[in-house]
């Protein structure tokens, strides 16, 4: 099983902070790497597919990169509305797995 | 709009089965898979497995083999994740979530069905 490192398991920011997210894979995933944000009593929402490729209607704040077994999620701003927990998911072999996930609040 | 719809909680016995659904609408049921993840209290999310949208393909992850079936109903847009032999640790939340292949990312999801299980 490829095994997913998240870090950190969570943050607190200030409203307008650039935050990074981070995920390793155990072994290359060739960018089968996606990102969601998981908002309580919400459904997840995929905010990154490919590595890098911003899905419609999410804000271009969210950017995504990284290769091989590194991969990162970026905020240049956030915002209120941006708290919750982020997690990565590999879709490379099966059992697809997620990281542990990064839970964000706003100071 | 497209969206998943899944069925309401359920409270299980230990040794009981459960059957989920997940009504899809607004795209072609079909040509679309239905991934099944849980997520139990406290706990990250745990893929169970995948089934193409036209009930010909699953793949399960191992942790659920020999106790959980997944199957779609074309006619109604539906899929369906049946556990059986459940545990206390089953409970969880269970989503559903659309996925073209098994190799995709999942696009969209459903809402959540809380699952508890107990004496």
């Known amino acids: 099983d490829i095994q997913m490192t998240q870090s950190p398991s969570s943050l607190s920011a200030s409203v307008g902070d650039k935050l990074t997210i981070t995920c390793r894979a155990s072994?290359?995933?060739?960018?089968?790497l996606h990102w969601y944000q998981h908002k309580a009593g919400k459904a997840p929402e995929l905010l990154i597919s490919?590595?890098?490729t911003l899905q419609s209607g999410i804000p271009s704040r969210f950017s995504g990169n990284g290769s091989g077994t590194e991969y990162t999620l970026t905020i240049s701003s956030l915002q209120p509305e941006d708290i919750g927990t982020y997690f990565c998911?590999?879709?490379?072999?099966?059992?697809?797995?997620f990281g542990g996930g990064t839970k964000v609040e706003v100071k | 709009q497209v969206q998943l719809v899944q069925s309401e909680a359920e409270v299980k016995k230990p040794g009981a089965s459960v059957k989920v659904s997940c009504k899809a609408s607004?795209?072609?049921?079909?040509?679309?898979?239905i991934n099944w993840v849980r997520q139990a209290p406290g706990q990250g999310l745990e893929w169970m497995g995948w089934?193409?949208?036209?009930?010909?393909?699953?793949n399960y992850a191992e942790n659920f083999q020999g106790r959980v079936t997944m199957t779609t109903d074309t006619s109604t847009s539906t899929a369906y994740m049946e556990l059986r032999s459940l545990r206390s640790d089953d409970t969880a939340m269970y989503y559903c979530?659309?996925?073209?292949?098994?190799?995709?990312?999942?696009?969209?999801w459903g809402q959540g069905t809380t699952l508890t299980v107990s004496s």
């Open positions: 607004g795209y072609t049921f079909i040509s679309n898979g």
């Open positions: 089934i193409s949208g036209d009930n010909v393909k699953t």
């Open positions: 979530a659309r996925a073209y292949s098994i190799s995709y990312y999942m696009d969209v």
């Open positions: 490919g590595a890098s």
């Open positions: 072994r290359t995933i060739s960018k089968y």
């Open positions: 998911q590999q879709t490379y072999s099966t059992p697809l797995t």
